[in-house]
């Protein structure tokens, strides 16, 4: 449907352009700084973070559309039992938006504990990359295969 697809089109140019800025801050920073950025959240911005990008413009219009929905629904359910109708919507609001909120901070810590492990998971490859020949010299293969398996299942 051609809604979706302008959405999807606006996402993925929001997305290829927060990564372009990304890039470009990241080449123009000096010798000290990137001393103290490690690579792992980084490559996790650039890699998960920024995927988001994708979906904002498809659920944005639910901002201002769900309120408009539960106004027709309550005109409706009005019509249809009267003055109850308010006191059900009242009683399902009082319930969802506490529930929300702290269903929204439980997500958000969650989160940030997988986005810590990712980034774990991703400065121990680029540490294991860089030193395979030495990986593979000294037969350490199945230590560190251990290793990375510990950090994918921590991930997840």
């Known amino acids: 449907h051609h809604a979706a697809l302008g959405q999807a089109r606006i996402g993925m140019q929001c997305r290829i352009a927060t990564c372009s800025l990304i890039y470009r801050k990241v080449l123009r ?76 901070y439980l997500q958000g810590k969650l989160r940030l504990k997988i986005a810590n492990h990712t980034d774990y998971r991703v400065q121990l490859m680029s540490e294991i990359t860089a030193g395979i020949q030495v990986i593979k010299m000294y037969a350490w293969e199945k230590p560190f295969e251990e290793m990375v398996k510990v950090a994918r299942k921590l991930e997840m």
Request: glycine share 6%.
């Open 29 to 104: 920073l000096n010798k000290a700084s990137t001393s103290n950025t490690a690579v792992g959240p980084v490559v996790n911005l650039l890699s998960n973070d920024v995927l988001r990008f994708d979906f904002v413009p498809l659920f944005l219009h639910y901002i201002w559309i769900m309120p408009l929905q539960a106004i027709v629904a309550g005109i409706i359910m009005y019509d249809s039992i009267g003055c109850a109708a308010f006191a059900g919507l009242a009683v399902l609001t009082i319930q969802a938006v506490p529930l929300q909120g702290y269903l929204s």
